[in-house]
């Protein structure tokens, strides 16, 4: 059985999951890494960027990684205030939350500003969109930051999804009993994750009561009513 997630703390419920039932999984550094991987050769179940698979027919279960409201790990960070920035570079390892920025930009969020490729050059001061375990790590030394989960449920009033399983028909009942088993994730994991990714024990809790694991509902008619517009944008950010 191959079954591919990345190696962020948000995803570390899942891996945990996996290993108490003893499914062998292939972990990756990014949710780009699992995507370019999955597009290869799908396997039988990955943790996917939800701004990739959003229109897919069939093969998405109702677990995954979102927010509803400040999500801690989708941030842009800045050593000046928002009204000196030039311009918005994106965290390349993402494709979700990239997608969420364009979106909330063709709505007026800092709608004046470039958004530009890490590598490129600009002669303005800048913010910059970091995700996952980076931007837990870096908040703390940035005197400017913008959680992009509360400024999109503040618009839209309705929580993001960033990664979603897509798991085959063989398979789907079995990993959703297991995500049923262990959701919420045992406290005596709390530790474990803390002493793996260097972070306190509370700052694993309070982040993880941050996510949502189970999604809501997986109906056609709720994406393309809830997330349809959003991921739109995404055919407007980098691939």
Known sequence: MLI?????????????????????????????EVWEAWRKHPGNAALLPFAKVAYMPKGLSRWGIGSRGAVQSVLLLSEGPPQHWGGIRIDRRSISSAAILYHLRDLGFLSSLPIIDSGESCPYPTADLII???????????????????????????????????????HLQQLDKIWRRFSPPPASWIEEAALRYGFSAERVRSYWRSLRYRLPPLGRAYWRRTFRRMYDSLSKSPS
């Open 132 to 170: 996952g375990d980076d931007a837990l790590r870096l908040a703390p030394t940035f005197p400017y930051k913008v959680d992009l989960g509360e400024v999109s449920y503040r618009l839209l009033r309705r929580g993001n999804v960033f990664a979603v399983w897509w798991v085959d028909s063989e």
């Open 4 to 32: 591919r997630l990345f190696d962020f703390l948000n995803a570390y419920p899942y891996q945990r999951a996996l290993q108490s039932v003893g499914l062998p999984y292939e972990l990756h550094t990014s949710p780009r």
